[in-house]
C-alpha cells in the first residue's frame, strides 16, 4: 500500500463504484506508514444465478437444471452421472432427450439380441448410439442389473456384447498352402474369408498355422505341405480362441522385429502358448540391416511371455542397441530368404 497508494485507492473506489450482484465485506488495516484504512477482505455473492450472470453461464447453468429435472423424473438413478460430469453433460444437452430414450428401451429390454441398427425410436439411429458408446456405457452401468450386463466385454470395442445387441461377425482371413488339401474346388486360389463361428468349426488337415501381419506376405506365401496362413490382426487375436483345434496345431508367427512385434507375439501366446517366432531372430534382424526403419513409438514394457532369445533381442531393441527405435519390417525380408528358412524348418523335421 506504501509503494502503490493511488492505485489502491482506484481499485477501493472503482469496486464500490461499479453495479454488481454483491456485497464487500471489509476490515480494518494499521499501516505504520499510512495509518489505519479501511480495505475490502472478501467479495460475496449470495445468489447462485448471480453468480452464473456474472460470468456468462446463465443460460448453460438453465440447461443444465433442466437436464437434471428431466433426469430426476425418468430415469433418477443417472443424476449422480450429471453431478459427476455436468461439462460433458452439457455438450450433450442436444442429445440428451434421445440418450435417455436409448437408456429407457434397454433397460425395458435387457440383452435384447439385436443389431443397433434394429433399436426404433424416434429421432434414434445408429451412428448416434455409435458415436456415443463410451457415454451410454456408463448411463447403462448405472442403471441396468448386474445380469444385463457381461462384464466380461469392457472398452468400446466389447460394447455390444456387453449389453447383448448382436455384434458384426468377426472374420478370419486364411490360404491354405498345401496344393493336396482343397477346401474349396480345385480351381479356387484358396484364399478363403469366414466368420469367427465358421472358422472354430472348421478343423482343416492341416499339422502347421503361419501368422503374418502383412497382406502381401500373406498373399506370397510359398506352398507348404500340411499348412495354412492366417492373415493377422495385430494386438487383436480373440477372434481365434474359439478355434480350439489351433491349440493342437504348429503354430509359427511372423511380425515385424521390433518392440511391437514381440509384444504381439506375447500376447498371442497368451492364448496359445505353442506360438513359436518365425523369421524374428537377431540373425534376421543382421542380415537386412540396410532395410531398418524407425519405430515411432517403441514398447517399453515387461512381456512375460518370450523366450530367452526373443527377451534378449526385445531389450536390445528397446535399449536402442543398434540406434535409435530400430526396426525391421517383415516385407522388407526378401522372398528367397523366406524360402530358405522355411526349407530350414522342413530340414529340422517341422511338417
Known amino acids: 500500500m506504501s509503494e502503490r497508494f493511488a492505485e489502491v485507492r482506484d481499485w477501493i473506489a472503482g469496486l464500490t463504484a461499479a453495479e454488481g450482484p454483491y456485497r464487500i465485506e471489509w476490515r480494518s488495516v494499521n499501516h505504520r506508514v499510512l495509518g489505519a484504512n479501511r480495505v475490502p477482505s472478501a467479495v ?63 433397460r425395458q429390454h435387457p440383452r435384447p439380441g439385436v443389431y443397433l441398427r434394429q433399436v426404433d425410436l424416434p429421432g434414434v439411429h445408429t451412428k448416434l448410439i455409435e458415436t456415443h458408446r463410451g457415454v451410454l456405457a456408463e448411463l447403462f452401468d448405472l442403471v441396468l442389473p448386474p445380469e444385463a450386463i457381461a462384464a466380461a466385454r469392457p472398452g468400446l470395442g466389447g460394447f455390444c456384447r456387453r449389453y447383448g445387441f448382436l455384434d458384426k461377425p468377426a ?123 524407425v519405430e515411432p513409438q517403441p514398447q517399453t514394457g515387461i512381456l512375460p511371455r518370450l523366450t530367452t532369445d526373443e527377451q534378449t533381442l526385445y531389450d536390445e531393441l528397446r535399449q536402442q542397441t543398434w540406434g535409435g527405435s530400430v526396426r525391421l519390417d517383415q516385407e522388407k525380408i526378401g522372398f528367397r530368404f523366406l524360402a530358405a528358412a522355411l526349407h530350414k524348418l522342413r530340414s529340422d523335421g517341422l511338417p
Open 171 to 293: 472374420r478370419v482371413r486364411f490360404r491354405v498352402l498345401a496344393p493336396a488339401i482343397r477346401l474349396l474346388p480345385a480351381a479356387s486360389d484358396q484364399d478363403i474369408t469366414l466368420t469367427e463361428a465358421d472358422f472354430a468349426s472348421l478343423a482343416p488337415p492341416v499339422a502347421t498355422v503361419f501368422i503374418t501381419e502383412n497382406e502381401i506376405n500373406f498373399l506370397a506365401f510359398p506352398n507348404v505341405p500340411e499348412a495354412m496362413v492366417l492373415f493377422g490382426a495385430g494386438y487383436g487375436f480373440a477372434t481365434l480362441t474359439a478355434a480350439h483345434w489351433l491349440q493342437e496345431k504348429n503354430i509359427l508367427y511372423w511380425g515385424d522385429i521390433d518392440t511391437h512385434g514381440f509384444a504381439i507375439l506375447s500376447q498371442l501366446r497368451g492364448f496359445f502358448p505353442n506360438t513359436v517366432s518365425f523369421l524374428m531372430d537377431r540373425e534376421t534382424l543382421l542380415a537386412h540391416r540396410q532395410l531398418w526403419g
Open 44 to 106: 460475496r455473492i449470495d445468489h447462485l444465478a448471480d453468480a452464473f450472470g456474472m460470468i456468462g453461464k446463465a443460460r448453460a447453468a438453465q440447461r443444465f437444471a433442466a437436464m437434471v429435472e428431466r433426469t430426476r423424473e425418468s430415469r433418477p438413478e443417472l443424476v449422480p452421472w450429471l453431478a459427476k460430469r455436468p461439462l460433458r453433460a452439457l455438450e450433450l444437452a442436444e442429445d440428451w432427450p434421445r440418450l435417455l430414450a436409448i437408456v429407457d428401451w434397454l
